[in-house]
């Protein structure tokens, strides 16, 4: 047998290893501590205990950061879970306003329903971050986009709205050097996105831009991109879908004026961004 065979059958070996000792995942769990069952089937950690310490740090035990430094595998597993779990009217899942009645037209989550987990609108596979279900209804519902690769997604994003606006400010700078119009091309990884021209005193025309909102930020998530990150895609759906309250600290301190830099290293603020809680997904 070839050194290379003998490789890839370890390696199938191993995966077949992980596979048997990895509890099957199912697309939605009850939370066992509120509901035990002779198949002990079912989340072992409360809400409570699953929200830990929060955020914290890498100090703070139980907190995410924590548990995502010291085990990303089990990190992985609280997350799936969290993606998985029902939600009940114990931990505020239920309407916040417009329960189905009202104007779709200008308020189109009211098509959304109501939903008790994320893998309701989102778990197909089952168990994973996919797609399926039913989501915003006008009036015809829609199966929900897969999750996978969403980081890369919201990266990528992020990384063409620097290089915009670097370019504006790289025009801005030469129009006020030079006293005259500056015209340059935006263009982030052979994307065109058209073009900008700084006057002398700073103002910018952006009727030219193609393809991005005239603040160059660019929003990856939902077919009319809506959404810049996952987490504000997250508290809108929380919100929409399950009607559970969610706030979230760096969106909290973005909207109230102040700049903030989210785990990930995505930089928000006010100015440049305009925050949208209510989104649906």
Known sequence: MTQKKSKTLAILAWVGAMCLLTAPALAQLIDKTKAPNLANEGINKSLVEQIGAGRGDWMTPDSSSF?????????????????????????????????GAGDINNTLAIG????????????????????????VTRPDSRDAPHLFGLGLKEM??????GDLRAIRAQAIDQARTNHIAV??????????YGSITASPDGSL???HIQGVDSDLRVRPFFHHGGTISIREFI???????????AVDPDLATAAAGRRTITPSGMVLDQQAWSITLNSTC
Not at 76 to 97: E, H, S, V, W, Y
Not at 183 to 192: M, R, T, V, Y
């Open 112 to 135: 959304a329903g109501l939903s008790d987990s994320c893998a309701s609108c989102h778990g197909r596979p089952r168990g994973s971050a996919g797609a399926g279900g039913d989501v």
């Open 205 to 207: 025309d952006t009727s």
């Open 67 to 99: 548990i995502i430094a010291r085990d990303p595998f089990r990190s992985i597993r609280r997350g799936r879970q969290l993606f998985q779990r029902k939600f009940t009217r114990a931990d505020g899942q239920g309407p916040n306003f417009d329960d």
């Open 156 to 161: 990528l994003g992020d990384e063409i709205t």
């Open 183 to 192: 015209a340059k091309q935006l263009i982030s990884k052979g994307i065109d």
């Open 235 to 245: 508290a809108g759906a929380l919100q929409n879908e399950m009607g559970l309250q």
